[in-house]
């Protein structure tokens, strides 16, 4: 699966080489994207690169070379050549990257609602569950039951791999595992991403940065809203 930047880069380098058989520089890259720096480019052609569509020549200057291209990459070109995302997952063949394992990428994806940043850190004010806003998620990480997205802010979770920026994937609900990272109502008016403990009778909300203190409740201080079940993250 390919994120739009990734794609959106992947075209831009196909079509500049079908020009003048030359790579963009990181420069053009980053124009052309509009990303403010080049960072935000090398970590895009080490994704691609991973996944098994471009291969950079050592010792070479512009060195690109396109191996690989979506299944789907005619129909999704835009007029004169520019680049343009359509569909909202990308069909990717990453046999090669794989050896020879077939991997087959769903293209469905079901819009959920974005309702609001959630704090991994200090707890923030109750969420507004409006749904005004939606974002695209692959259908098969859903599983039954209702879903929403939330923004991460913080990062007291970044031993799990969760950073400042990112959008989870949460299922809704009101119990949840101990041991199982939750979207947790603390005093009906603070909202915190963290992982449950359940000690006795009390509820400890616990980050998985060392910066950060677990905190210890009552049971009736915490509501469960929903627990964990996917990440996206754009690049």
Known sequence: MLTRKQYELLLFIQDRQGEGGVSPSFDEMKEALGLKSKSGIHRLISALEERGFIRRLPHRARAIEVIRLPENFEAARAPRGRARFQPNVIRGDFSAALAGREVTV?????????????????????????????????????????????????????????????????????????????????DENEVTLKRLRRKGNAIALEPANAKYETRIFGPDKVRVQGKLIGLLRQY
């Open 106 to 186: 769903a293209a469905d994806a079901v819009d959920l609602p974005m309702l609001g940043r959630i704090a991994a850190g200090t707890p923030i004010e109750a969420l507004k569950m409006d749904g005004a806003a939606k974002v695209p998620v692959p259908a098969g990480m859903l599983g039954a039951g209702e879903h929403y997205a939330l923004e991460v802010a913080g990062d007291s979770m970044v031993d799990a791999g969760i950073l400042d920026g990112d959008t989870v994937v949460i299922q809704r609900c009101e119990t949840a595992d101990s041991g199982t990272i939750v979207v947790a109502l603390v």
